[in-house]
């Protein structure tokens, strides 16, 4: 088949696709293909070709939506990268998916420069010329070290990859054609290396090597046929317990994932979808393809303002929206309930609080927890409201075609109600890792399916429940404590308002467990504020004694990755640094009494640790529009949605924002 939009126009070219929630403008499906045609000319004059790796550094923005379908009908493959990551975080990234070339803007152009072009200002200003002339000089066929020659020379390195075959090929079997040429990371598995990466902006750009996309010749667009299993779009994983991996996602995976979540969720015509997350996370992407698919429409938002998203949500008759629960929660604060208009609220990325449930049930929000991945192209299982409301902790049943199985350490299905290690396959399940053998073997079953890496269990009506991550357990003193259930139990406490709960080495019991709390917000006062004494005497009431904190540390927030997911070492790290700090400052004659296992330390991290924690931020992979929620992305913040930033005490989401 074609790129999607081709598809779509021909169906509905007058139906409403794109709503921009700052200015009310709105753009049919022929608005967007117009789009969509220019700017997909403009690359195949620089050079783009099927099979390609285009990524893109971008905030939510029409461009980032148009370049989504241009580079489907292209034919090449895009690599969103979040325009939070410094330039030392993009470089790796560019170089382990064999860009071909990076699009930024002019608020993402200095890192996309430092990591794609090696850094320092552009060549005319280096030099103490004219910033004008460009980095060619008088020579336009002058090769630039940056991998251009000239607007009208582009020459892109070749990937060893697989493309979308033309005219026809492949178009129903997905047969792919090799495209010779050099690849730019090392063998598989290998650690890929820096390379330039040729850049260009849809801004007017200040830097004199970078190329601006609205001074490109028109080239030719090719007539690109896909197969389902074509290579779409690679996405990173959230990286919550180590580097990220890079996910390809085949144009099968995505259409499965988006024709199960319809069945799950319903559509309707005058379906739309508000787009608060991040469009480089599976729960910020998959709305603008599955929108395309449904022929419904996306209101796009920048950025996230709770307050705002809400009247937005109004404004607009909104439909959907996928949010992550401290996001939902500021909604609520900020105007009390959600508008009647929404007839889904998929709320994933992290636990959902079962009082945040009850709040929803209160005041009549439909929210559907759900659970899912980047390596599922979003969800996997998914509860609708009345399912949530009656069986609080679920993220419902498995939907159309995803097969979930619980098993134990040695790969046998285990029956329902024991807990063990949840295992996917079915058709949105990606294949591989990119270029990374050793993680694909690790990850996938001998019969083919995908250990997520989350532990859970299905109880005898087939109802998913997911607890924390493989991981994560902790054993001390030969006792296995599930660090979810002591995180669920800290959470009851009316002081607080989220908890990470980790292992950390000890001599005599192996491992003891610590918790990293951070207070709730009307625990404004010194005095309202959870102690640590306060804390372990609660979950002594709910806990047995080898399961309670021995190390209890505060902060401001969790740390996340940019996904918004909670970074495992980092909580770990603050919780190591809190443990030695008391142990320092301990009379070495107690130091028997530390190892005790019914004591525990207790240090606040402070405002300061507090700050740094929340670059959190980007609010997608994973709730999705579908998202991520849960996956291989750790129990305290399963999936790959944008987190709230809670370092400034504002709503805002910086990210954007997926």
């Keep these: 088949m074609r790129d999607w939009l081709s598809h779509r126009v021909a169906a509905t070219p007058d139906a409403e696709a794109l709503v921009l929630a700052a200015s009310g403008e709105s753009l049919t499906y022929a608005d967007l293909d117009a789009h969509v045609e220019a700017l997909s000319a403009r690359l195949a004059g620089l050079g783009i070709e099927p099979g390609d790796h285009l990524a893109v550094v971008l905030g939510n923005r029409t461009e980032y939506v148009a370049l989504v379908h241009a580079a489907m009908r292209l034919g090449v493959r895009l690599v969103p990268c979040s325009d939070r990551l410094t330039a030392a975080e993009l470089e790796p990234q560019l170089a382990a998916a064999d860009a071909t070339a990076l699009v930024c803007g002019d608020d993402t152009e200095a890192v996309a420069v430092a990591a794609a072009l090696g850094g320092g200002t552009d060549g005319s200003d280096a030099d103490g010329g004219d910033p004008d002339e460009g980095a060619g000089g ?59 990466v040729p850049v260009v902006s ?16 028109e080239g030719d667009v090719p007539s690109v046929r896909w197969g389902r299993g074509d290579a779409l779009v690679m996405l990173f994983t959230s990286g919550s317990t180590g580097k990220p991996k890079l996910v390809p996602l085949s144009m099968g995976n995505v259409l499965a994932s988006a024709t199960a979540s319809a069945f799950r969720l319903g559509v309707l015509p005058d379906d739309r979808y508000l787009a608060t997350l991040s469009l480089h996370h599976t729960g910020g992407i998959m709305p603008l393809y599955r929108a395309t698919l449904y022929g419904t429409s996306v209101v796009l938002r920048e950025t996230f303002d709770a307050g705002a998203a ?6 607009y008759d909104v439909t959907g929206v996928s949010l992550v629960p401290t996001m939902l929660s500021r909604m609520l604060d900020a105007r009390g309930t959600l508008p009647d208009s929404l007839r889904a609220v998929l709320l994933g990325g992290a636990p959902a609080s079962d009082a945040l449930i009850e ?152 491992e003891r467990v610590a918790a990293l709390v951070v207070p709730a917000e009307q625990a404004a006062t010194a005095e309202d504020r959870p102690t640590a004494a306060a804390i372990e005497s609660f979950c ?83 709730a999705d529009g579908g998202d991520g929620t849960g996956g291989p992305n750790g129990a305290d913040g399963s999936g790959d949605p944008d987190a709230v930033d809670t370092a400034e005490g504002t709503d805002e989401v910086p990210d954007d924002e997926e």
Excluded at 162 to 191: K, L, M, N, S
Excluded at 202 to 217: G, K, L, T, W
Aim: aromatic letters at 4%.
């Design 138 to 196: 008088d020579d336009d066929d002058a090769t630039t070290p940056t991998g251009w020659r000239s607007v009208a020379g582009f020459e892109p390195a070749d990937v060893d990859a697989d493309i979308p075959g033309e005219d026809g090929d492949g178009a129903d079997t997905g047969t792919v054609t090799d495209v010779p040429g050099e690849v730019r990371a090392d063998a598989p598995g290998e650690e890929a290396t820096a390379s330039t």
């Design 202 to 217: 849809v801004d007017d750009p200040d830097d004199d090597r970078v190329v601006d996309i609205d001074a490109a010749p």
């Design 310 to 315: 809400v009247d937005d949500i109004r404004r």
């Design 359 to 510: 709040r929803c049930r209160d005041f009549s929000v439909p929210v559907h927890p759900t659970w899912g991945m980047t390596e599922a192209a979003s969800q996997i299982a998914t509860a609708r409201p009345r399912e949530a409301f009656d069986r609080l902790g679920t993220v419902g049943r498995p939907l159309l075609w995803a097969d979930v199985t619980v098993r134990d350490e040695n790969g046998a299905r285990l029956p329902a109600g024991e807990t063990g290690e949840l295992v996917v396959s079915g058709p949105s399940i990606a294949a591989e890792y990119y270029g990374d053998a050793d993680a694909t073997d690790a990850a996938v079953t001998e019969d083919g399916a995908l250990r997520t890496g989350d532990v859970g269990y299905r109880d005898e009506d087939g109802y998913v429940y997911v607890l924390n991550r493989v991981d994560d357990r902790i054993i001390s003193g030969g006792e296995n404590v599930d660090p979810g259930e002591v995180a669920a139990a800290i959470r009851e406490h009316p002081g607080v308002e989220d908890v990470a709960v980790a292992g950390l080495p000890d001599e005599e019991w192996g």
């Design 540 to 622: 002594r009431e709910r806990l047995a004694g080898f399961k309670i904190p021995r190390t209890i540390a505060f902060a401001e927030a969790l740390p996340r990755t940019v996904s918004g997911t909670v970074e495992r070492p980092a909580v770990r790290d603050r919780l190591e640094r809190a443990r030695d700090a008391d142990r320092g400052a301990a009379d070495p004659d107690d130091a028997g009494e530390i190892a005790d296992p019914e004591r525990r330390t207790a240090r606040s991290e402070g405002a300061g640790d507090g700050a740094d924690s929340a670059d959190s931020t980007d609010s997608e992979d994973d």
